[in-house]
């Protein structure tokens, strides 16, 4: 296999939404229907380093828009509100799309021990919504139409 960059690299930039003003990082790309979906990584600022999980789409897999101009994931979310979710995974089995997580409960200067594997489960992909989860309670239920 040979992979080369697309001449266009960056294909996805910072900037538009305050949540996602200072970086952009680590997406999970996956292709439904013909189509592609990123779940990026976005940090709003660096100081104090708060991650975030938008959502954008893409009828080539080089030109992205985002689906929602908030996050699809944030840590207030799941109860954390000086936390962090970052490095995003996604993958389709009969009909349902798992996004799993990565959530750092506080501060990056602060690394506590734990366990847990926050994940979504959704059947759409396109729209957003459900309830957060906890370390205890680690699913995010997305009812997509």
């Known amino acids: 296999m040979q992979i080369t960059r697309h001449p266009n690299n960056p294909i ?7 949540w996602r003003k200072v970086t952009v990082f680590n997406p999970a790309v996956i292709i439904d229907n013909g189509k592609f979906y990123m779940i990026e ?3 709003g600022s660096l100081t104090p380093c708060k ?8 009828e080539d897999g080089v030109n992205f828009t985002h689906v929602k101009d908030e996050p ?11 936390g962090s979710v970052q490095d995003p995974r996604i993958v389709k089995i ?7 997580y990565a959530l750092r409960p506080c501060a990056m200067s602060y690394y506590p021990t734990g366990a847990g ?4 489960l959704f ?3 396109r729209t957003g ?3 957060g989860g906890t370390l205890a309670d680690p699913f995010l239920h997305f009812e997509i139409r």
């Open 129 to 131: 919504g459900g309830r």
């Open 51 to 58: 991650n975030y999980l938008g959502l954008l789409e893409s």
């Open 41 to 43: 990584r976005t940090a």
């Open 94 to 100: 009969d009909g349902t799309f798992y996004l799993n």
């Open 123 to 125: 059947r759409n992909i």
């Open 117 to 120: 594997v926050p994940f979504a």
């Open 72 to 82: 699809i994931v944030t840590p207030d979310m799941l109860g954390f509100p000086y």
């Open 12 to 18: 996805v930039v910072p900037g538009d939404y305050e």
